[in-house]
C-alpha cells in the first residue's frame, strides 16, 4: 500500500456578495454566492490575489448537505493567470449549520467542508498546478470565506 501525504499550497481569503436566491427546484434549493476580487491568497509554493467575476454556484440538497461548485481565478504576484473550479461538500448538525446562515461566527471544526480545487495554469512555473490532486478544507463567515488547500503528494 502507497499512502499519500500532503503538501500545504496556499491560504486563501475573500470576501463574498450578498446570495442570489434561485430557488427550490427538483433537485434542492440553488443559489449563487457572487466573489469579490482582490481576495489574498498565500503559501510556500504560490502568492496573488482572487479575481472577480467569479461566483459559486450552490446546490442545498433535501439531506441539507451543501454542494459547492465554485469558478474563479488566481492572478499571482508575478503576473500568471490561474483557472480553479472548487466542487465539494459543507455540512453539519442542523443547530451548526442554523448558526452560519444567520451569520454567527462559527468554528470550523463544528462543520464539514471540503473540497476538490482543479487547476488549469499556463505553461511555466505553475504547470505543476495541472499534474496534481488537491484538497482543501474551509471556513464560512457571514461575508467571507477561508480555503486550506493542499496538494496530494
Not at 449563487?32 to 496573488?48: C, D, M, N, T, Y
Not at 441539507?64 to 465554485?70: E, K, L, Q, S
Request: charged letters at 20%; hydrophobic letters at 40%; glycine letters at 10%.
Amino acid at each position: 500500500m502507497i499512502q499519500p501525504g500532503l503538501e500545504f499550497v496556499y491560504e486563501a481569503e475573500g470576501a463574498l456578495d450578498a446570495p442570489i436566491p434561485i430557488g427550490q427546484t427538483v433537485d434542492g434549493t440553488r443559489r449563487i454566492i457572487p466573489i469579490h476580487s482582490g481576495g489574498r491568497v498565500e503559501g510556500p509554493l504560490i502568492r496573488g490575489q482572487l479575481l472577480g467575476s467569479a461566483s459559486d454556484w450552490q446546490l442545498t440538497r433535501p439531506d441539507g448537505v451543501t454542494v459547492a461548485d465554485a469558478i474563479y481565478a488566481i492572478h499571482t504576484d508575478d503576473d500568471v493567470v490561474i483557472q480553479i473550479r472548487n466542487r465539494g461538500l459543507r455540512h453539519g448538525p442542523p443547530e451548526v449549520m442554523a448558526r452560519l446562515a444567520a451569520g454567527e461566527e462559527v468554528d470550523p471544526a463544528e462543520y464539514y467542508f471540503r473540497t476538490v480545487p482543479e487547476f488549469i495554469a499556463p505553461n511555466g512555473r505553475y504547470e505543476w498546478m495541472n499534474r496534481s490532486i488537491f484538497i482543501c478544507s474551509g471556513a464560512r463567515y457571514a461575508s467571507g470565506i477561508k480555503l486550506w488547500v493542499w496538494r496530494v503528494t
